[in-house]
């Protein structure tokens, strides 16, 4: 019967999470159909366990099997608590606890660096930073392909806007290119963290990104430079608009892009916070 709980528990858990749509706050969406049908795999699961479990309560036993059962579950009950202890405790802390969606806090304990943080045993559970750099998912003539295709693509326009669609292909189609977007009009939208070395007219605007699921997410993002002091709080939402340009980054021994502000303003964090990696 505890399996039967359990799976079915797993089944209202994923259930939940695509109804609410907080599903998108753990993978990338272009993904959700995998989860969407393991509900229907817990459900089968969970009422063939209850199948089971019935049709052994109504099986007549014999003493001696009783006797044998008993000492069988004598010596396994500790590993029991040990598997249906682990097996549950995802599933009560992903119903009863509440959700919370990565912020500056994050950054900091990441430690802020402009290339990627290495994990030479896998190369997918590395975190970028700033940054996007989508190569490890390619091969070398298909990325190749895509970022000059991207190139072509972003550029063509004065004014690029960064939003929820493209904005991981074009942050790092500027970061390959940024020679090729110098004084053009760019408009971003992001939460403001205070990197080091910055004058009280500078800040980094930044938003997570999940490559396939939240445990490869990283934080993108650029400097921007406004023309007064501002004293916004990290994670204060903003949209800014301005040009682009490059400065030397001392932190990060080496020259980045960089927005000169022209156009900001405050804006409530958006219910979708975090970017996708497109196809």
């Known amino acids: 019967m505890l399996r039967f ?14 109804v609410t749509g907080d599903i998108s706050k753990y993978i990338n969406m272009k993904y959700a159909f995998l989860t969407f049908i393991m509900i229907f795999v817990f459900i089968f699961l969970a009422l063939y366990q209850l199948y089971k479990w019935n049709k052994e309560g109504s099986a007549p036993h014999s003493h001696h099997e009783h006797d044998h059962d008993h000492a069988h ?33 994050i950054v900091k ?14 190369n997918y559970s590395n975190h970028e930073i700033l940054r996007p750099n989508t190569s490890l998912y390619y091969g070398a003539e298909d990325y190749k392909k895509m970022i000059t295709s991207d190139l072509k693509k972003y550029s063509a326009s004065d004014h690029l806007v960064l939003n929820d669609g493209n904005y991981l292909r074009a942050l790092e189609t500027i970061y390959n290119y940024p020679g090729n977007f110098m004084n053009k009009t760019v408009t971003i939208n992001g939460f403001v963290y205070h990197g080091d070395a910055l004058t009280d007219n500078q ?29 916004y709080k990290n994670d204060q939402w903003l949209s800014v608009q301005g040009t682009l340009s490059t400065i030397y980054y001392q932190p990060f021994k080496q020259t980045i892009p960089y927005l000169k502000v022209t156009k900001w303003k405050e804006i409530p964090a958006p219910k979708q916070q975090y970017v996708y990696r497109q196809s």
């Open 109 to 122: 304990a990441k430690g802020f660096h402009f290339a990627m943080i290495d994990n030479d045993k896998d």
């Open 73 to 105: 579950e004598e010596n396994t009950w500790y590993k029991k608590i040990i598997v249906y202890g682990l097996l549950s405790f995802p599933l009560i802390t992903g119903i009863f606890l509440p959700i919370a969606t990565l912020d500056s806090n």
């Open 5 to 18: 709980i359990i799976l079915f528990g797993y089944m209202y858990l994923f259930l939940k999470l695509h």
């Open 203 to 231: 800040l980094f605007l930044f938003r997570f990104g999940i490559i396939h699921c939240i445990a490869d997410a990283g934080v993108f993002g650029m400097m921007v430079q406004f023309p007064e002091k501002v004293h």
